[in-house]
């Protein structure tokens, strides 16, 4: 039963927060790594686009928390489905958002498609979902793209009451995030992963290794 809401878009920080929701006990959680391990997921998502999920727990069972896309796409449906859970809108300045997002993740659906389980299985949904859904296929478009995003996250914070939200830039480290929760402040230090220069290398190692390689796994 998911827990926790992930509401905010990729590239801000929601790898690192990922691994911590999970070092935190709200294992496993749902990224866009989990369709990169198994891209036959991508169906599942493909039925919510076309209005078919009613049940999330189809989608999302045996999940604890959620973080970026494709969840937070569906960040009013699954508020709904869970009303127990509590959103988690992760942000990052503007400007910089965009500029992560357009030198990585961006330039994946700028190769030519290959005849891989990425290729064939996940690519044309995420397309559907991101790229040509939530930024009307201008995202190349910097202006229109950073509206998009302050416009969700507008929306998540008008939408959410204030004692079920929590609007968190990674970074911050753990206080504020465990205060939220209700559970302990961990000695570690809070975990920070796929940055600008490895999201390829830590896509790569997903598809090789089937799941996200956790920082807090020896």
Partial sequence: MVKIIGAGFGRTGTASMKA???????????????????????????????????????????????????????????????????????????????????????????????????????????????WNGTFDGRFDDREHAIKVFEAHNAAVQEAVPADRLLVYKVGEGWDRLCEFLDVPVPEQAFPHVNDSGSIRDLVERTQREGKFPSPFES
């Fill in 20 to 130: 911590a929701l999970e070092h935190l006990g709200f294992a496993p959680c749902y990224h866009m790594f989990e369709v990169i391990a198994q891209p036959e997921r991508a169906k599942d998502w493909d039925r919510a686009l076309d209005g078919e999920v009613d049940d999330w727990e189809t989608v999302l069972g045996g999940f604890e928390s959620t973080v970026d896309w494709p969840g937070c796409t569906f960040w009013r449906e699954l508020m709904d489905f869970y009303p127990d859970a509590k959103v988690l809108l992760t942000v990052r300045d503007p400007e910089r958002w965009y500029d992560s997002v357009f030198n990585t993740i961006y330039q994946f659906v700028q190769e030519p498609p290959s005849d891989d389980d990425f290729s064939t299985r996940m690519r044309p949904t995420v397309e559907r979902m991101i």
